[in-house]
């Protein structure tokens, strides 16, 4: 592990958007895993990604800090930015729920890295990594 | 009958049935479970004289009622798994299984002063007392402990000791050897000696150590009568395994749901007993990451400022049938806060807010966890080269941790960040001291429980005592406690070492024809 910290206030923040949707009900994520619409990284992200995130910029924070630690994550961007474009159609609750199924989804599978400490899903990280893209 | 040391003629012998050495848990346990019978029974009780450790004089307590005269109380079961043998723990299988134990628990329970049977979660949710949190059950098990008095073993069974007529205590009375015939298959007779220099023998028909994990080796290292590497050490395994339960602050818990997880894992009451709520790894779990076993409890920092903590607490003691701790201050705080509360109360429930920002009752969640250690040949007590008041070798501990150990906590605390997320309970933060694997372990300390050193195993290779606490190739020495566990699971030594004192004893009088 590196030595940036990851502030328990700044996770908080920046996980508090999405830990509310995790308690959506788990179909919620297989929608967002298999539902139809457009595919491929050049598709772009959702305007409502940032309505989704209540700091934005604690998030971008946690996504540098994610593709730091986990580089070989970058190539799981593009499918994820589509599948989120394409949930984000129906408005920030519908992604909300979206990627809250999908985060409980990894976590009940094992689908979690440790980042500073933090036990977190993989979606969690490449939600965050989607948002720092996005800014730059 | 209890009497000094002192008493007793310069040079004496001293016939008994059964002469038991050590006055603790399991010493106490076996004597009482004999008065009234034919059996005549002597119990000595002695006086006193690689890591960091708490210094070996003081963790143990070498007076009468032994270690229970500063133990804290907790009492649990060992669970199922961890008698069984697991592929992935070397060392690991003890040759008997909790079917053994099982007929011993009830008396267990009175011994330890314990209300009703019961550390699974099944027995406390029917019982109407536990509400789990909806963790996955293929990844933890909840589970449970009773909180003893503590019963200080010393004091309160004294008087029966002392009104019993078949049993004779004696005090300030240290063993310094056992003798044995030539060929080691039988203690002779044991030499007693006080620090002011009376001495005196010991004959029996059957001898039990019951001095703890780290008297028990010492005393077998040091009787060389008949062998020079001691007594039940033709395979050296006397001192070895030395195992501790590292006690340690693994993890955090950031949750948006505090009441529930609260409710779910703060300790309770039940008919006048404590009961205090853990996870432990589930057995699939443990064999699907190829971990150790271990139990984590839950410290919850309630918010001291928050009026709505109090009042919570009170609700907890009047639906648990006890008074509330610290009834009279959080009365108090209700007092001089009522508009707060009152406000609070009619957002929460008439609007359906939540409470009000500021008047949360928790403050934070910290894990607790006490680790089982892997079986370790090089972990081990061994005679040194510093004597004591008697002229005896004393203990040296090399206590030894390895990454196993630590990779098993660590595995432990990302399940349960799993578990915790896959319920939109919240999220698990590691230690940072967890990270790696290095023999840094933050600031974790031993619980001074100490087991392994004298094992109990099928075969005389792996270990020193026989499924029947007997020293393999020995005919008439047993010894008690938790130096013959084999593997310590998580759970706190006393219970088991009473269950297993009372299993031995039941053999014991079947020996020695108790009538």
């Known amino acids: ?136 | 009958m209890i009497g000094e040391f002192s008493e007793v003629e310069d040079g004496a012998l001293l016939d008994a049935d059964l002469c038991i050495v050590g006055s603790g848990a399991a010493g106490i346990t076996l004597a009482r479970t004999f008065i009234g019978t034919s059996v005549q029974v002597l119990l000595v009780a002695g006086s006193f004289a690689g890591r960091d450790y708490i210094p070996l004089d003081v963790v143990r307590l070498r007076f009468f009622g032994g270690t229970t005269n500063h133990w804290g109380g907790w009492c649990t079961t060992l669970t199922p798994i961890d008698f069984a043998r697991r592929d992935w723990v070397p060392h690991s299988g003890w040759p008997i299984g909790p079917e053994a134990l099982e007929p011993h628990y009830p008396e267990t329970q009175d011994i330890l002063q314990l209300g009703a049977f019961g550390y699974d979660g099944e027995t406390w949710r029917r019982r109407g007392m536990h509400t789990p949190y909806p963790l996955d059950p293929q990844a933890v098990d909840w589970h449970f402990w009773q909180i003893s008095a503590p019963t200080r073993f010393g004091q309160r069974y004294r008087a029966a000791l002392n009104a019993a007529d078949n049993v004779r205590v004696l005090l300030h009375a240290n063993v310094t050897g056992l003798r044995t015939d030539p060929a080691g298959a039988a203690v002779n007779h044991i030499d007693l000696a006080s620090l002011d220099g009376r001495r005196a023998r010991v004959r029996a028909r059957a001898y039990v150590l019951a001095a703890g994990g780290l008297e028990n080796p010492r005393l077998l290292l040091l009787s060389t009568d008949a062998d020079r590497r001691g007594l039940g050490n033709r395979h050296d395994t006397v001192g070895r395994f030395f195992g501790e339960h590292m006690h340690a602050r693994p993890a955090q818990l950031l949750t948006g749901d505090p009441i529930a997880v609260a409710e779910a894992m703060q300790t309770f009451h039940y008919r006048g007993h404590e009961i205090i709520t853990g996870l432990c790894p589930s057995a699939a779990l443990q064999r699907r990451l190829r971990i150790l076993n271990n139990s984590m409890t839950l410290i919850i920092r309630g918010n001291e400022d928050s009026v709505f903590f109090h009042a919570w607490q009170i609700a907890r003691g009047i639906r648990e049938g006890r008074i509330p701790d610290r009834f009279g201050d959080r009365l108090l705080r209700l007092a001089t806060d009522f508009d707060t509360l009152a406000g609070g109360a009619y957002r929460r429930f008439l609007l359906d807010a939540p409470w009000p920002e500021g008047e949360q009752r928790i403050a934070d969640f910290g894990f607790f966890i006490r680790c089982e250690q892997a079986p370790n040949p090089d972990s081990r007590v061994f005679l040194g080269e510093e004597r004591d008041a008697l002229g005896l070798p004393r203990p040296v501990l090399d206590w030894r941790l390895t990454e196993f150990d630590k990779r098993s906590v660590r595995e432990f605390c990302i399940a349960l960040g799993n578990a915790f997320g896959a319920v939109g309970g919240g999220r698990v933060r590691l230690a940072e001291w967890l990270l790696d694997d290095s023999d840094d372990w933050g600031d974790s300390f031993g619980g001074s429980h100490h087991v392994g050193t004298t094992r109990m195993s099928a075969d005389p290779r792996d270990g020193v005592v026989d499924a029947d606490c007997r020293v393999h190739g020995m005919d008439n020495l047993y010894i008690a406690g938790s130096s013959v566990y084999p593997t310590g699971g998580f759970a706190h030594p006393t219970y088991t070492i009473v269950a297993l004192s009372l299993r031995l004893a039941y053999h014991l009088k079947e020996r020695l024809d108790a009538a």
Do not use: H
């Open chain 1, 1 to 136: 592990m590196g030595l940036v910290r990851i502030s328990r206030r700044r996770v908080n923040a920046a996980l508090a958007a999405l830990g509310m949707a995790a308690a959506a009900p788990e179909p919620a994520g297989r929608a967002l895993a298999e539902g139809p619409g457009p595919r491929g990284p050049d598709a772009g992200l959702p305007d409502c990604l940032p309505d989704c995130l209540s700091d934005p910029g604690g998030t971008r924070a946690l996504g540098e800090r994610y593709l730091a630690a986990f580089p070989e994550e970058a190539a799981a961007l593009a499918p994820l930015a589509a599948e989120v474009r394409r949930a984000g159609a129906g408005g920030p609750a519908a992604l909300r729920r979206a990627v809250g199924g999908r985060i409980r989804a990894d976590f009940a599978a094992g689908q979690t890295v440790v980042l500073d400490g933090w036990v977190m899903a993989r979606t969690e990280g490449r939600i965050a990594a989607l948002a720092a893209r996005g800014a730059a």
